[in-house]
């Protein structure tokens, strides 16, 4: 039973650059209500936001750039190349994210919700979903795509395909899996047959009928 009312809450994982991003959009066409914890733990890192002192004091001033923002691809080379300060990192955002989703699958008006994160076995967010989806792509294909659309060098990518938590792990946990490793129809095709597979959660029990009057006894004659 979910733990939301009415609600059915899918986690949608999966490691870098496998094409998360494109099934969560493709969930979205669909209907459901879609969060990208990757983007909430950007925000909550801008200045002002919950993570942004706590990781400025944890990894120190040289991480932020010219407007005092952090620079995330600093941030990066530093954690990537190193368990323990990503483990540091991770302390401070996944806290502040799991509340942030906490909130908007409550208020969200749709009964499907998509919640998608690359650390959701990982950590608590695991208990926030009914089921796993994961989205699996070979390493050389993860390899290629950090390197055509975010311009990589090669090393780069392939140190952050090998930093990833073993892929196979997530895909013993998966509900679903979604395989995209071919041209996007073919993706598209699989999002779709697993949509139409997803228990459709409860409607709210209907008020039951107020009762009818009672019809007036006749009248008896004087």
Known sequence: M??????????LTGNIAVGKSVVRQMLQHL???TIDAD??????????????????DTFGQFILNAEKQ???AILASVVFANPAALA?????????VGQAIN???????????????????????????????VVDAKAETQIKRLMDKRKMPEAEARQRVAAQNPQVEKLAKANIIIHNDG???ETWKQV??????IPKPAAPAAAAPAPKPAAAAPAQPA
Do not use: C, F
């Open 2 to 11: 979910s733990r939301w009312p009415n609600k059915y809450v899918i986690g």
């Open 31 to 33: 209907g459901a209500y």
């Open 39 to 56: 983007g909430l733990v950007h925000q909550a890192m801008a200045p002002g936001a919950p993570a942004y002192k706590p990781i400025v």
């Open 70 to 72: 952090i620079d995330r």
């Open 88 to 96: 540091k990192l991770e302390a401070i955002t996944h806290p502040i």
């Open 103 to 133: 909130v908007l699958v409550s208020r969200a008006q749709q009964s499907v919700i998509v919640v998608e994160a690359i650390k959701l076995l990982e950590g608590d967010l695991a208990k926030l979903v009914d089921a796993v989806w």
């Open 183 to 185: 041209n996007v129809e």
């Open 192 to 197: 779709q047959s697993a949509w139409t597979a």
